[in-house]
């Protein structure tokens, strides 16, 4: 293992420990309240979810807009996602991010929502008398900046509208988030706090503090236009602090990401909680990515896949995909 690699797991091993103990010692959940707008905890994103939920530090795609506003400095052109969450009970978890380059600036729009059917019985009857669907949502507004060549920050501004069966609740909430970039853009070093808002009843959105870092190899891929070269990724290790300030303990993420010849990825993580939790345990996941042809030579193409099993609750898939233009 090469000397710098070294330094990294050393640098993983002491943020997880230490951010353990300091969920221990400072009683982070002492007298906390109940959080509503629960569907803002998902995590969107096949490409993170693979990697056990840590993205914060590593922040290098479209991706970021849900986890840390201020890795969306990455974004060279345009890019859009879109996310499909099959979840248990039928339940429907969806995210769309989109971001663009304007200048030194990158501005980005977002959409998360989770929605189910409930069926309404007046008897014990086989059909419903009727159905009500029932959910939430969140649109964003995003706006990252680099403070200096190796440092950037940015923020997103959330309205959430909840949707149940005899009530509606509707809010505001905010997101911001600071990455620097060091040893020549192998390590990065992510904090967000998420879901800082308001909401029109007693309850508040489930605001949290994340912290991650990750460490990645890459090179240079030449193109065949005059624009900037593409980083040609190879593999990268991540991890990520999960610190929630309403109705949850603190939880720890690993993850790891290997790319075969820039084209196929294999991703594996683990998430782990202070105290039990049915979404603790592994996490697996794949990616392909393809330039376009002819035509759409100038488009980027990536398709990822993570599954998350739990025997308990229930497996969970989430299928995605990111569009570079």
Do not use: C
Request: proline share 4%; net charge negative; hydrophobic share 45%.
């Amino acid at each position: 293992m090469h000397k710098r690699q070294v330094v990294v797991v050393l640098i993983i091993t002491l943020l997880l420990t230490g951010s353990q103990s300091f969920a221990q010692d400072e009683g982070i959940h002492d007298g906390a309240g109940t959080a509503g707008a629960a569907f803002l905890k998902i995590e969107p994103g096949s490409r993170p979810v693979g990697m056990g939920g840590a993205f914060t530090g590593l922040a290098n795609d479209i991706n970021t807009i849900f986890w840390n506003p201020a890795g969306l400095t990455a974004v060279h052109t345009r890019e859009l996602t879109a996310m499909q969450h099959f979840s248990f009970v039928d339940i429907n978890n969806q995210s769309i991010g989109y971001a663009q380059r304007a200048n030194r600036f990158v501005w980005g729009a977002s959409f998360l929502g989770s929605f189910t059917e409930i069926e309404r019985r007046i008897a014990a009857t086989e059909t419903p008398d009727s159905t009500v669907t029932v959910g939430g949502f969140a649109t964003g507004l995003s706006l990252a900046y680099p403070l200096a060549t190796n440092f950037s920050i940015g923020g997103t501004t959330k309205f959430i509208s909840q949707q149940l069966d005899i009530q509606n609740v509707y809010g505001f909430a905010a997101d911001f988030g600071a990455i620097v970039r060091l040893l020549d853009n192998h390590l990065g070093l992510g904090v967000s706090v998420l879901n800082a808002g308001v909401l029109d009843g007693e309850e508040s959105p489930p605001m949290a503090i994340r912290a991650g870092l990750a460490y990645r190899s890459w090179r240079e891929k030449a193109t065949d236009s005059e624009e900037m070269v593409k980083p040609s990724e190879l593999w990268a290790i991540v991890a990520d602090a999960h610190l929630p300030l309403i109705d949850a303990n603190p939880s720890f993420h690993l993850g790891a990401e290997r790319w075969f010849y820039n084209i196929i990825a294999a991703r594996i993580g683990y998430r782990v909680g202070l105290n039990d939790n049915p979404s603790d345990g592994l996490s697996i996941g794949i990616g392909v990515r393809k330039d376009g042809l002819d035509s759409l030579a100038n488009i980027d193409f990536q398709f990822d896949y993570a599954f998350v099993p739990d025997a308990q609750v229930g497996h969970a898939h989430r299928i995605s995909f990111i569009t570079r233009f």
